[in-house]
């Protein structure tokens, strides 16, 4: 509805793990008489790995079921894990499990159609490549990073002291890997991923891997990977 201003219409509280309703006052989002909350967001993916029957992670204030996950997709305490660190700055987050209705199709249709104000609202965005391990998600980003400078290095100097083939392989080989990452493969992660290019990347145990351009020594977000692909691309 237009009076929402665009707030979820409920936020997980992460220290009490209770889904909270929206209630608008005098133009205030109200979550638990928290007023205009800071809150995260993390986009994954897990509906092809649902099961009709299994663990899930419990929520309180839900009237719906919360998916079982198939364990070899994530299990219960790598869910716990990443949920620790979206909310690791804030009490509040956004996550569909357990901010949509996951039985009520008209309120589930509502809150999709809210998905660019939500994103928009949320202070930080993680993205969870929860099929890659923190050592392989930094070497990922490390040899990225490395053929990018290549790239720089090639067009600033030409091809008589740079070996395209060897930083061009390096980079398609780097892509392949990362991008087997099941969250790649998602068409409704391929939209929040429009949505929120600042979104910082986390490993399968929750690890931000650092960006080995940045001077302040910063986690690695998918504005990082857009930028030296896209580079890599124009330049190949």
Sequence with gaps: ???????????LHVPTMTSIVLEMVNG???????????YNILTYTWGRW????????EVKGVSWKIPP???????????????KRVSEDTEFIWIDIACID???????LEEIGRQAAIFDKAERTFIWLNHCQANELQMCVNEASKSYRACKEYMAEGSLTVDTGEW????????????LDPWFS????LQE?????????????????????????????????IGCYYQIYRTA
């Design 1 to 11: 509805c237009s009076s929402d201003l665009g707030w979820p219409s409920r936020l």
């Design 28 to 38: 205030h989002a109200l979550y638990g008489g928290q007023a205009d909350p800071a």
């Design 50 to 57: 649902a099961c009709p029957v299994g663990s899930a992670i």
């Design 69 to 83: 996950v198939d364990p070899a997709h994530f299990s219960v305490d790598d869910f716990l894990q990443v949920i």
């Design 102 to 108: 996951q039985e009520n199709e008209i309120l589930k």
């Design 168 to 179: 061009i392989k390096s980079a398609l080989e780097t892509a392949s890997r990362l991008f």
């Design 186 to 189: 998602s068409l409704w992660t």
């Design 193 to 225: 991923a429009y949505l929120r290019h600042d979104a910082t990347l986390l490993s399968r145990d929750a690890t931000k891997v650092k960006y080995p351009e940045s001077q302040f020594n910063r986690p690695t977000i998918l504005h990082d990977l």
